[in-house]
């Protein structure tokens, strides 16, 4: 039963998440709270660790959390369930998509999602920033890290990959 709950709450996360992998957290924040699979830092460090491995990040938190909680069969509900939506719309909608964009409904919809994914990211955003600022274990060296990332991350041209590395490397030396 674990299994296809893992699916088809993934499943419907993937189909109503629009805007990128990034719309995926505030869902999966709800089902943190509903399903207490993870706790708010677990879904930080999937974040994190989504955000430092190759592929999409919405797939990759997914596969984090199936594993979380089942284990290599939980990686592959997950997955699927997360990918499915997306691979069904597709097929359904590729040949007509030209001819779907162009509708003013459709078009004023896609305009209208855009800014509400913004909203949802930066709410999660500032909710995780909350979080790890208000973390007990937090100390003055991670205060400072964090506190040097934000404006690098804003107002650098920086490889997002260098900031990763930067920051591991500066986790490692301050954590010694």
């Not at 990034?22 to 709800?30: G, I, N, Q, S």
């Not at 209208?112 to 995780?128: D, F, H, K, Q, Y």
């Amino acid at each position: 039963m674990t299994l296809f709950r893992l699916f088809y709450e993934f499943f419907f996360i993937g189909l109503v998440s629009f805007g990128g992998g990034l719309a995926t957290v505030p869902f999966l924040r709800e089902l943190s709270a509903r399903t207490e699979w993870f706790t708010l830092a677990e879904l930080a460090d999937m974040i994190a660790v989504a955000e430092a491995t190759p592929g999409a990040i919405g797939v990759n938190m997914a596969s984090y959390a199936g594993f979380r909680v089942y284990g290599p069969p939980g990686v592959a509900a997950a997955t699927l369930g997360i990918v499915a939506p997306s691979i069904i719309v597709i097929l359904v909608i590729a040949r007509a998509l030209t001819k779907f964009r162009e509708n003013r409904f459709v078009s004023g919809a896609f305009w209208g999602l855009r800014p509400a994914s913004c909203a949802m990211i930066c709410s999660v955003g500032l909710g995780l920033i909350r979080e790890a600022l208000l973390t007990p274990s937090l100390d003055i060296k991670a205060a400072a890290l964090l506190a040097l990332l934000i404006p690098a991350a804003l107002k650098t041209k920086l490889h997002p990959l260098a900031l990763i590395v930067f920051a591991a490397a500066a986790g490692v030396v301050f954590k010694m």
